[in-house]
Nanobody, 120 residues
Framework: QVQLVESGGGLVQAGGSLRLSCTAS??????MGWFRQAPGKEREFVAKISWDGGSAYYGDSMKGRLTISRDNAKNTVYLQMNSLKPEDTAVYYC???????????????WGQGTQVTVSS
């Protein structure tokens, strides 16, 4: 079992930036990534990165405004979000899976989520 703990959410003005972090409870060759869920909407895939950091993939909703990275020495994945818009307001969830391909569809592990609110 792997526990994931997110941090870095908060309130930001439109056009601003935030960096989310997610730390795993133990090391492993996990792909890690992010999803988000806005009020009244389904959870959607945001970004993922392979366990060695060599591959990354972004969902369409925030493409071009994101950078995902990881530091395996710290068991931590980061999501740098730029040019934020009010429609980016959501709870952002960290996720992990043993396989990179499956993470965007059905992650094995979830964090508890961190709120991101973008004001206009």
């Amino acid at each position: 079992q792997v526990q994931l703990v997110e941090s870095g959410g908060g309130l930001v003005q439109a056009g601003g930036s935030l960096r989310l972090s997610c730390t795993a409870s133990r090391r492993g060759t996990y792909a890690m990534g992010w999803f988000r869920q806005a009020p009244g909407k389904e959870r959607e895939f945001v970004a993922k990165i392979s366990w060695d950091g060599g591959s990354a993939y972004y969902g369409d909703s925030m493409k071009g405004r994101l950078t995902i990275s990881r530091d395996n020495a710290k068991n931590t994945v980061y999501l740098q979000m730029n040019s934020l818009k009010p429609e980016d307001t959501a709870v952002y969830y960290c996720a992990a899976s043993p396989t990179y391909g499956s993470l965007s569809l059905s992650p094995d592990y979830w964090g508890q989520g961190t709120q991101v609110t973008v004001s206009s």
